[in-house]
């Protein structure tokens, strides 16, 4: 009798570890629970959650596949996030896929400043601008998505929050990657780097407000600021800075405290 009782045991075991193997060898889609994504229920304030750092990261193994082919669509992935921008619609997810894993390996957080793209390489920084309230954020790509035609990024919730487009779902929006090269790139490039730049940040024909930032950004940057007058209007302008990375490097500091439409001029050489 009790060979008999420790054999059913046995058998019973076996099946129910049969039964776990075949659901854990289940397709990637059966993950998830829910059948639509959805908005947490009680979120925390992420209003506070600040936007991603742009920093030099190699960029990962997983989500990277030069080619791949989602619902029959094959796409191409970047070699580099440098200078890409696109003009588009942007969608969010959420809990369907909060806490499962992203494409490059990572786990999805709806809480962080993260999102979905179908070509940069991953990751990605990108400025995210919501053009109907002017509202931005940054965000880091980990992840692919969205694909839906006519969306060119999938936010995470945070980031929707921040750019006060939950309600509708979906926002036009222009995004442009802050790329930063490797330490061995940009040591590369000093090297060899003999121009000399100048940021042009603003104009107006407000002197007295141009005369006014030349001063606080000279004390915030510690660059030389340079009033140049022409044709009744008043530029902000900056430098000369020595390098090209350094120039870079303060321009993007630039957009990102508030001046997005600061640009470089044509460098000169030394």
């Not at 999102?115 to 790509?141: D, F, G, M």
Request: glycine residues 6%; proline residues 5%.
């Amino acid at each position: 009798m009790q060979n008999n009782t420790r054999l059913s045991l046995i058998i019973v075991s076996l099946c129910a570890l049969l039964s776990a193997c075949s659901s854990s060898g289940s397709s990637q889609d059966d993950r998830y629970q829910m059948k639509n994504d959805r908005a947490p229920k009680s979120a925390p304030d992420v209003s506070k959650v600040e936007d991603a750092h742009p920093k030099y990261e190699p960029y990962s193994r997983q989500g990277n596949k030069r080619t791949y082919t989602v619902r029959g669509k094959s796409y191409t992935v970047l070699p580099t996030a440098k200078d890409f921008r696109q003009s588009g619609y942007a969608s969010w997810y959420g809990s369907k896929f909060h806490g499962h894993l992203t494409s490059n390996g990572e786990t999805y957080d709806m809480y962080s400043m993260s999102a979905a793209h179908k070509t940069l390489p991953l990751p990605s920084y990108v400025k995210v601008t919501n053009e109907a309230n002017n509202k931005q954020v940054i965000v880091r790509v980990n992840d692919r998505g969205p694909f839906h035609e006519g969306r060119i990024i999938d936010l995470s919730y945070a980031a929707a929050y921040k750019l006060d487009m939950l309600g509708s779902g979906t926002a036009k929006v222009s995004i442009e990657t802050i790329h930063i090269e490797s330490p061995e790139s940009m040591a590369l490039d000093e090297l060899k780097d003999d121009s000399v730049h100048i940021i042009q940040v603003v104009a107006s024909k407000d002197q007295v407000r141009i005369n006014v930032l030349a001063k606080e950004f000279e004390r915030k940057y510690k660059v030389p600021a340079i009033v140049e007058s022409a044709n009744g209007f008043y530029r902000l302008l900056l430098g000369p800075i020595a390098q090209t990375y350094l120039a870079n490097k303060l321009l993007t500091q630039i957009k990102q405290d508030g001046y997005p439409q600061s640009y470089l001029r044509t460098p000169t050489k030394k």
